[in-house]
């Protein structure tokens, strides 16, 4: 089960180590491969999502982590773990929905702890003379786990495509929103994922793609895939999504996720929560498709996810392309990146585990890693 689309985000041993990635921001247009050799690169190209989506951004940010020690040029452990620290900092700055960053983070934190002896506190970044390893055990240990965590990712996309296979019957004309593909993961795609492993099996399905203003990851991206692969799909703006659906031409919405309460309420790309209630209107399955790495177990709430505003000309330029402004220059703006939409819209929640139904309460609960 492999795809035509590049990896997106991979580490690369040339030129002393850099996390190399695809930058979406071009596409579909351009294919560049960005190598990224500062830890500052990888901050900026998640920021400025060249890398987007959340399993792919949490993995660009654990191979961000071993990009530093890899270029450390700390010669004890307290120094390294300094540097570690300060990296791990900037990386959990850069975008505060997707939860599976800051899930990376803490496998790195844990395979950090697991390298080396920690003083009695246990604080994985308290420096001092009970720390008995050597700095090169420790970034050979980050690398390793970093590299483990990119190629899971892969794996749990293949494992969610195979337990959504039950949900999607023979011609199935699918609706998704934005894009939750192989560009949005390590490769295959959770939303993606499930409609790649329908076409692999035969069952003839059609995709509705929504455009996903305002920067137009629908149409760019999620068109792109399938195209490249030989999956037909349809191009619609986001407006157009509630007739289609009125006509009958829906058979079921699949979409992916930045977080996922442990409630069953789920964040994921502006829009999404209308497609959700129009699908909900129209009788039609709603299914969100993540692993369980997004899935936030400390937040009790969909109304507790931080959502990121993103700035003003994303909306005033047409995908930052424009020349001119789509709109006056002095209008007020208002851009959330992400919208929340509640358990009771969502018919079933599909992870590398099974499939989750309501009451999410129990059934994502022992989905649980432990």
Same mark, same amino acid.
């Given at each position: 089960?492999?795809?035509?689309?590049?990896?997106?985000?991979?580490?690369?041993?040339?030129?002393?180590?850099?996390?190399?990635?695809?930058?979406?921001?071009?596409?579909?247009?351009?294919?560049?491969?960005?190598?990224?050799?500062?830890?500052?690169?990888?901050?900026?190209?998640?920021?400025?999502?060249?890398?987007?989506?959340?399993?792919?951004?949490?993995?660009?940010?654990?191979?961000?982590?071993? +990009?530093? !020690?890899? =270029?450390?040029? #700390?010669? $004890? *452990?307290?120094?390294? @773990?300094?540097?570690?620290? /300060? &990296?791990? %900092?900037? +990386?959990? !700055?850069? =975008?505060?929905? #997707?939860? $599976? *960053?800051?899930?990376? @983070?803490?496998?790195?934190? /844990? &395979?950090? %702890?697991?390298?080396?002896?920690?003083?009695?506190?246990?604080?994985?970044?308290?420096?001092?003379?009970?720390?008995?390893?050597?700095?090169?055990?420790?970034?050979?240990?980050?690398?390793?786990?970093?590299?483990?965590?990119?190629?899971?990712?892969?794996?749990?996309?293949?494992?969610?495509?195979?337990?959504?296979?039950?949900?999607?019957?023979?011609?199935?004309?699918?609706?998704?929103?934005?894009?939750?593909?192989?560009?949005?993961?390590?490769?295959?795609?959770?939303?993606?994922?499930?409609?790649?492993?329908?076409?692999?099996?035969?069952?003839?399905?059609?995709?509705?793609?929504?455009?996903?203003?305002?920067?137009?990851?629908?149409?760019?991206?999620?068109?792109?895939?399938?195209?490249?692969?030989?999956?037909?799909?349809?191009?619609?703006?986001?407006?157009?999504?509630?007739?289609?659906?009125?006509?009958?031409?829906?058979?079921?919405?699949?979409?992916?996720?930045?977080?996922?309460?442990?409630?069953?309420?789920?964040?994921?790309?502006?829009?999404?929560?209308?497609?959700?209630?129009?699908?909900?209107?129209?009788?039609?399955?709603?299914?969100?498709?993540?692993?369980?790495?997004?899935?936030?177990?400390?937040?009790?709430?969909?109304?507790?996810?931080?959502?990121?505003?993103?700035?003003?000309?994303?909306?005033?330029?047409?995908?930052?392309?424009?020349?001119?402004?789509?709109?006056?220059?002095?209008?007020?703006?208002?851009?959330?990146?992400?919208?929340?939409?509640?358990?009771?819209?969502?018919?079933?929640?599909?992870?590398?585990?099974?499939?989750?139904?309501?009451?999410?309460?129990?059934?994502?609960?022992?989905?649980?890693?432990?």
């Amino acid at each position: 089960m492999t795809t035509r689309v590049p990896p997106t985000v991979v580490w690369s041993d040339e030129n002393g180590g850099a996390v190399r990635m695809i930058d979406q921001t071009l596409l579909p247009g351009e294919m560049v491969m960005l190598d990224c050799t500062e830890l500052e690169e990888v901050a900026l190209a998640i920021e400025r999502l060249s890398v987007r989506g959340a399993p792919a951004i949490g993995c660009a940010a654990a191979l961000g982590m071993a +990009l530093v !020690a890899q =270029r450390s040029e #700390a010669t $004890n *452990l307290a120094t390294l @773990l300094a540097d570690l620290r /300060d &990296a791990r %900092e900037r +990386l959990a !700055a850069t =975008r505060p929905t #997707a939860v $599976n *960053l800051f899930w990376a @983070l803490g496998e790195i934190d /844990d &395979a950090i %702890e697991a390298a080396i002896t920690l003083q009695p506190d246990g604080d994985v970044w308290l420096a001092g003379p009970s720390l008995t390893a050597e700095p090169a055990d420790l970034k050979a240990a980050v690398l390793r786990r970093a590299n483990e965590i990119v190629a899971d990712d892969l794996q749990r996309c293949i494992s969610m495509g195979q337990h959504a296979l039950k949900l999607i019957p023979e011609g199935a004309s699918i609706l998704t929103h934005c894009n939750a593909g192989a560009l949005a993961t390590a490769g295959y795609g959770t939303a993606l994922g499930v409609i790649r492993a329908a076409h692999e099996a035969g069952r003839g399905v059609h995709v509705w793609v929504d455009e996903t203003r305002p920067l137009l990851q629908g149409a760019r991206l999620t068109a792109w895939e399938l195209v490249t692969e030989g999956i037909p799909c349809t191009l619609i703006c986001d407006s157009m999504a509630g007739y289609v659906m009125r006509q009958g031409k829906v058979d079921c919405v699949v979409v992916g996720s930045d977080r996922i309460i442990a409630n069953g309420d789920v964040a994921n790309k502006i829009g999404t929560y209308t497609v959700a209630a129009m699908a909900a209107h129209h009788d039609i399955p709603f299914y969100v498709a993540a692993p369980v790495s997004t899935i936030d177990y400390e937040l009790h709430s969909g109304d507790d996810i931080p959502i990121e505003e993103r700035d003003r000309s994303e909306v005033a330029y047409l995908a930052h392309r424009a020349p001119e402004p789509v709109c006056p220059e002095d209008v007020a703006i208002y851009s959330p990146a992400f919208d929340v939409t509640p358990a009771e819209l969502v018919t079933a929640i599909v992870t590398e585990k099974g499939v989750a139904r309501p009451p999410y309460g129990r059934s994502l609960a022992a989905m649980r890693d432990e």
